[in-house]
């Protein structure tokens, strides 16, 4: 496909990603699982469209084999070992699964990591080059890590996984270890770096999927947290650590920086 082309496929799929996770407050039982499935599909196959926008199959390639697969083995081991989030368990409601793994759990590092890295090299293109990639893989796990959350406490809520060991625990957000969130914050780190490395440098485009992606996940999450599901200390946790880097992007890229 043209580039051009390919950025109305990227724009739909992120249109059909948010209209279905507009509706999850809305629904229940089989209908909710079934579009919360869908909802990840849709935009992880966004982020790998838009990857393809800016460097081809190749990049597209890149992306859903670097985030995927890394995102794959993580959890793979941590499901088997407990490191490095703590022992949890899946409980088989997120369809078919890969080394005990959900298949759309590699895909839901992929849908957001691409972003996450887009963001962090527009953040730190000011930078002298010396200090520039670091600063861009630490936005971008920050932000992918930041993510989960809104992610855990929604997920273990509607009963798609549970903690063997839940305590110590963040205020206000009982059954998810801060052992998780350690090792998001790793897992999202070495994501990061590999795509930034394997990824081709970016060139003066327009960030449109990556920060629609980002904005309606750090918005969104906290808005539907706060009044729809009725986590008010999730949606403060959430939009003040994801808010940190989403923020300063979107309000850079409002002023055509």
Same mark, same amino acid.
């Given at each position: 496909m043209?580039?051009?082309?390919?950025?109305?496929?990227?724009?739909a799929?992120a249109?059909?990603? *948010?209209?279905?996770?507009? %509706?999850?407050?809305? +629904?229940?039982?089989?209908?909710?699982?079934?579009?919360?499935?869908?909802? *990840?599909?849709? /935009?992880?196959?966004?982020?790998?469209?838009d990857?393809?926008?800016?460097?081809?199959t190749?990049?597209?390639?890149?992306?859903?084999t670097?985030?995927? @697969?890394? =995102?794959l083995? $993580?959890? $793979?081991? =941590?499901?088997?070992?407990?490191?490095?989030?703590?022992?949890y368990?899946?409980?088989?409601?997120?369809? &078919?699964?890969?080394?005990?793994?959900?298949?759309?759990v &590699?895909?839901?590092?992929t849908?957001?990591?691409? &972003?996450?890295?887009? +963001?962090?090299?527009?953040?730190?293109?000011?930078l002298?080059?010396?200090?520039?990639?670091?600063?861009?893989?630490?936005?971008?796990? !920050?932000?992918? %890590?930041? !993510?989960?959350l /809104?992610?855990? &406490?929604?997920?273990?809520?509607? =009963?798609?996984?549970? /903690?063997?060991?839940?305590?110590?625990h963040?205020p @206000?957000?009982?059954?998810?270890p801060?052992?998780?969130?350690?090792? !998001?914050?790793?897992? $999202?780190?070495?994501?990061?770096?590999?795509?930034?490395? $394997?990824?081709p440098?970016?060139?003066?485009e327009?960030?449109? *999927?990556?920060?629609a992606?980002?904005? !309606?996940?750090?918005?969104?999450?906290?808005?539907?947290?706060?009044?729809f599901?009725?986590?008010? *200390?999730?949606a403060?946790?959430?939009?003040?650590?994801? =808010?940190?880097?989403?923020?300063?992007?979107?309000?850079? +890229?409002?002023? @055509?920086?």
């Amino acid at each position: 496909m043209r580039p051009p082309l390919l950025t109305t496929v990227a724009g739909a799929l992120a249109g059909g990603a *948010v209209l279905s996770q507009v %509706a999850h407050p809305l +629904l229940r039982g089989e209908r909710l699982r079934r579009t919360t499935i869908g909802s *990840v599909l849709a /935009f992880s196959a966004a982020s790998v469209v838009d990857a393809a926008r800016r460097g081809g199959t190749r990049s597209a390639l890149t992306t859903l084999t670097v985030a995927g @697969g890394l =995102g794959l083995v $993580a959890e $793979a081991v =941590g499901t088997r070992t407990g490191r490095p989030f703590g022992r949890y368990r899946y409980a088989g409601t997120l369809g &078919p699964q890969v080394l005990d793994v959900p298949v759309v759990v &590699p895909l839901a590092w992929t849908m957001l990591a691409h &972003p996450s890295v887009r +963001l962090g090299r527009h953040l730190a293109a000011g930078l002298p080059r010396r200090t520039r990639g670091v600063a861009t893989v630490a936005t971008a796990a !920050w932000t992918l %890590a930041a !993510w989960d959350l /809104f992610l855990d &406490p929604q997920m273990t809520a509607a =009963g798609h996984w549970s /903690f063997e060991h839940p305590r110590p625990h963040l205020p @206000g957000v009982p059954g998810i270890p801060l052992s998780n969130y350690a090792g !998001w914050l790793l897992t $999202a780190g070495v994501i990061c770096a590999g795509l930034h490395a $394997a990824l081709p440098p970016d060139r003066d485009e327009p960030q449109t *999927v990556p920060a629609a992606l980002l904005g !309606w996940t750090w918005l969104g999450s906290a808005l539907g947290n706060a009044v729809f599901f009725r986590r008010p *200390v999730v949606a403060a946790y959430g939009g003040v650590a994801m =808010g940190l880097t989403v923020f300063p992007y979107l309000r850079s +890229l409002a002023r @055509g920086r």
